[in-house]
């Protein structure tokens, strides 16, 4: 039998049940919705058939339209691939059927499933169903209808919070907002759905028309004002993304010109940003994304994840307390060790910290805080890590600290524990050269802050099991610090990289990371990669002037309690001084570029090392890269991450520019062999290769 379909049944009540069959979260795919056209044709002609209850299979109503699709029409740029939905099937079939719809949903309801819903006469749902439009998180707006009918459900400012935010709410919200009629268990969905369609048939229960209501829409003034405010958030919160302000435009047009109006207005947006290439990057990210869960010779070779219950984490610094905070918040004991008793318990403070900012800040509750923290003990001792399942080791970048430690664990810990060291930049072979653990060695990769940045990565050696990479597994991998560019002001550098859609730019990122970490790792690079790495006395220079970013409120920025980083002008003169040391302006003067040109000259040796990764093996594949890129360095998704963005801006520009400056400021920027051979060929960059990946990969 076909997975894939649309079923109909007809029970003696005149109840027809109309169920969608797309496992695992039944998407509306292209055969979906020729089905559901199909069986509301065929129960409209039914004598036998008096209402409808449209559902859907395995206690999950629809996850909404299907994404594929999107992808179909990113490669081919074929808009024509989108069937018509809204209209032809939504309003005409449904909505404005003779026989009463009621949708029976459980389990989520998201984007095109819960617009299907909204077209429906009533809606009952199970408890805690996903109730959502999560579509401008795709880069495109509701299309079948729901900028429409939902703020005709829940009045204007959940819908437009809904929308906007792409958040979700639960079914027990919807009831009491009015998008859901009734809640019942689970077990009693479809007969209670049933009977409220013969219950609206018989005009005992109201027939209620979504599109036509107006009862929730408020006056026009107030409707006006709530979108004003809107785009003005938007402004600030999405000012690179161009569906938030169309959305607000589509749910205008209905408010002022009527619903149906609104239908047809937003269909056609919808067309114009499905080819947008925000939505190109923002729908490559969401299968990205999903791709790094599949991990050849690890995902699919049928070994199930062992569970980590407790995990010792060693040293409580800036890393260590944020991993061990992260550890904490998913319920997982931990083990804080420290040296002494005094850097101890500045680490558990520190935990503190970050758990207590979580509930300032609404995100944890009082109890869940209280929880975490009840799973943390301090040691100052091995005696705790008997029973470790994991250890995270997240000491300074040292390598016969990091030997000694990983010596001393093969001792102290038991067989099946895996060893994990927070390294970014030690070979993993040389932590464990001196133990024979090599098969439970493995880099786990966080970033800063670790309990809220969210990109774990995994680094493997050709000797790593699987089974450990399958117990540790997340995502991919980070690109090397952005470097200092000489000759232009910083904080002109840090607004073009925050304006392109990074949180911060690089000398704001330095302040907050700490200079401590810049130098060690400075020299860690030189040391690896001596002809590519250029050496800036900047860090050390700003830290003989009594600069130490964050941590000592003074940086490039000065930072006050209760203000954000203001630039901080005297900073310049120190700047001037490193520039004379490096003597790397061409004539000695400072340079006159473009916005754009900084955002290259930064950007363009990310994407050099990332064709260097690449050309290595070291990932899977160019998409865990720009996953490890969106969610480790918060590279903009709207933009699909770092090798989606290099291939759109194109490999030939982006070696050209390289070889130029290469020429002009030295081997930093030399483009690698990858890029040079792509570029040549005018091959995409994420094209896999031909040849199979090395042994060491980050996945
Ligand atoms: C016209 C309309 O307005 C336009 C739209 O409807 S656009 C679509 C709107 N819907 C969404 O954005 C929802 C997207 N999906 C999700 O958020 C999550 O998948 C979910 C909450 C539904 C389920 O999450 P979870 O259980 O963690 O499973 P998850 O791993 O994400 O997904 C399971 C599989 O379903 C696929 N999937 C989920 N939603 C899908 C969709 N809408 N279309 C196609 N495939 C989808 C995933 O790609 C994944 O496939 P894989 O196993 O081959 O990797």
Redesign the pocket.
Known sequence: MAKVKVTLEVGNDGVAVITIFNP??N???IPIIAGLKEKFDEVARRNDVTAIVLTGNGG?F?????????EKVHKSGDVKL?PD??VEFLVNRLEDSKKPVVAAVEG?A????L?LALGCHARIAAPRT?L????L??G?????G?TQRLPRLVGLHKAVEMMLL?KSIMSEEGKKLGLIDAIVPSQELLKVSRLWALDIAERRKPWLRSLHRTDKLGSLSEAREILKVARQQARKTAPNMPQHQACLDVIEDGIVHGGYSGVLKEAKV?KELVLSDTSKGLVHV??A???T??VPNVTDVGLKPRHVKKVAVIGGGLMGSGIATALLLSNIYVVLKEVNSEYLQKGIKTIEANVKGLVTKGKLTQDKAQRALSLLKGSLDYSDFKDADMVIEAVIENVPLKQKIFGELEKVCPSHCILATNTSTIDLNVVGEKTSSHDRIVGAHFFSPAHVMPLLEIVRTEKTSAQVILDLLTVGKIIKKVPVVVGVDVFRIDRVISNFGLPMGPFQLQDLAGYGVAVAVGKEFATAFPDRTFTSPLVEILIKHGRNGKNNGKGYYIYEKGSKPKPDLSVLPIIEESRRVTNIMPGGKPLSVTDQEILEMILFPVVNEACRILDEGIVVRASDLDIASVLGMSFPSYRGGIVFWADLVGPKHIYDSLKKWSGVYGNFYKPSRFLEERAMKGVPLSAPASSSPSSRSRM
Do not use: C, W
């Open positions: 695992p979260v998407a509306l795919a999950r629809s996850g909404g339209f299907d994404i594929n699709v999107f989108m939905v809204s989520l998201l984007g095109g499933g617009e996903q959502g439009l999560p579509e998180t795709l495109v707006i509701p299309g079948f729901g792409s919808f969401f299968f994304q999903r791709a869960s599949k």
